[in-house]
């Protein structure tokens, strides 16, 4: 048996180590891609992730000296993820990558291509709790207003602007759902949006008047002088008729933040600011967890830590007793 590799066995820079030929080879990660993505359903985004965690244990693995597939065992499996946490990668970025081992293996094992699975054993670090950005419900409001008061002038791309907000603050969503949304997935007299999450999930939203009111707007006033022959059924669209794409939202979402003068956001802190405020508002959890798309309670419980830590922030300055 060889001794299982350590750090020093790491190739240099093993932060970004750069794919080599080794156990885990292209056919390999293609095949499960395949199943990560047909049979698992999960997004194109965690797909090349995966990837790209398995292509570096690959070269990890090579380093060491381990060109098979079944020479990489527990001690391997440990030693690299030992000299990730040795170079300061993320708690996040180690859970991950310990994820994409286990169910690597797991599949491999599944399907005859290993004997032993050798990440059954493997424990990886839990990404450490960080309090999600959250906006006040004042600063939330004034940032809206801001859009609200932009699109005064007519501008089309102002009124797509105050939708998308408005929308996105409304329903919880995810920045790349609202991007996606088209036409028909709005029903204005229901005030309901369908929205597509992970792994091609799809929900149905409530939103409020506010968002209503901001979204006739624009598919009265604003989308109709945008529309061009590729617009195609795009709830959202850019300058030139195309669907508005997730970097253009962003950049709305700071433009109007350093405009309202409140702390500058990206959409996802709309998400996060409009979890926390459902839940302060008296919302149970699991409704919360519906409306964000989470696929267990555990993701959306972290909100709760946010509701507390305000709470207790708010009683160590008022109380006098603290």
Known sequence: MQPAPTAADAPRDVAGAAPATGPVDAQLLAQFAVHLSAQRGLSAHTVRAYAGDLEHLSAFAAA?????LDEIDLGVLRAWLAAMAAESLSRATLARRGAAARTFFAWAQRTGRLAVDPALRLASARASLTLPTVLGVEAAAQLLDVARTRADDDDPIHLRDWAALELLYATGARVGEIAGADVDDVDLDQRLIRLVGKGDKERMVPFGVPA??????WLDRGRPRLVVAGSGPALLLGRRGHRADQRQLREVSHQVAALAGVDDVAPHALRHSAATHLLAGGS???????????????????????????????????????
């Open 284 to 322: 149970d959890l699991r409704s919360v967890q519906e409306v964000l798309g989470h696929a267990t309670l555990a993701t959306t419980q972290r909100y709760t830590h946010v509701s507390a830590e305000r709470l207790r922030t708010s009683f160590q300055q008022a109380h006098p007793r603290a």
């Open 64 to 68: 060491a000296g381990r060109r098979a």
């Open 212 to 217: 209503a009111r901001a979204t006739t707007q």
